[in-house]
């Protein structure tokens, strides 16, 4: 089976850095995605990790460390736009992904 | 980029009565689409893997016969939720995967919210 772990709830302020963590244990780990979800709307792709290392694109940077089982997203100079619920997500055979609980960001100003 | 559209994207049923929910890929071809549920404030559930051409994975605890799914193009997969109760009121999402060139990013449809009442 798969179970995911990242922190329920992140408060941070307007042009700040946050990092939002995700530990896993997964049978058959092909990957780890990370995805954003606005309250009523579908989840959108932010990055992917399938090897150790950081993968930087624009704000976001995504980072993964297969021996530790661990990975994070990290958002910089946060904007108001930004508050949202964050996924991870292992992927498995077939693509098959599952998700964690999702982190709630808030941005405050 | 690639597209997934939902249709509906909101419907209100009867107790008992089935519901289709019908989700495509408009512009690419998708051999493996997912379905996912999701209650409000919660995690998104993988409810089965769709394939094209054969019958569909379900995960463990999901009930098959009451959530017939059934991939019938590259483009095309439709969820039925049968006999439908209120404890089935969710939303429910579809994805599919773009394999090609070594992508790994699957592309959400915009979620159809279904009310059983």
Same mark, same amino acid.
């Given at each position: 089976g798969q179970s995911l772990e990242q922190p329920s709830e992140v408060t941070a302020v307007e042009g700040a850095i946050v990092q939002i963590n995700c530990t896993y244990q997964t049978s058959g780990f092909y990957g780890l995605s990370w995805y954003q979800q606005h309250d009523g709307g579908a989840p959108t792709f932010l990055s992917y990790n399938a090897l150790d290392g950081l993968e930087e694109t624009g704000r976001f940077s995504s980072f993964l460390s297969r021996s530790d089982s661990y990975g994070y997203l990290l958002l910089q100079e946060l904007q108001m736009k930004d508050s949202a619920s964050y996924f991870c997500a292992v992927g498995g055979n077939f693509n098959k992904f599952y998700f964690g609980s999702g982190t709630k960001l808030n941005v405050k100003p | 980029g690639a597209v997934v559209s939902q249709h509906p994207s909101w419907v209100i049923c009867k107790s008992g009565t089935s519901v289709k929910i019908e989700c495509r890929s408009l512009d690419f071809q998708a051999t493996t689409m997912f379905w996912y549920r999701?209650?409000? #404030?919660? &995690? $998104? =559930? $993988? =409810?089965? !893997? &769709?394939?094209?051409? &054969? #019958?569909? !994975?379900y995960e463990q605890g999901v009930e098959k016969d009451k959530f017939l799914i059934n991939h019938a193009s590259l483009t095309l997969s439709t969820l039925t939720v049968t006999s439908a109760h209120p404890e089935d009121s969710s939303f429910y999402i579809c994805s599919a995967v773009e394999v090609e060139r070594g992508h790994n990013e699957q592309f959400f449809g915009p979620g159809t919210r279904l009310t059983v009442l």
């Open positions: - | 999701q209650f409000p #404030k919660q &995690s $998104l =559930m $993988l =409810m089965a !893997t &769709s394939n094209e051409g &054969s #019958k569909a !994975t």
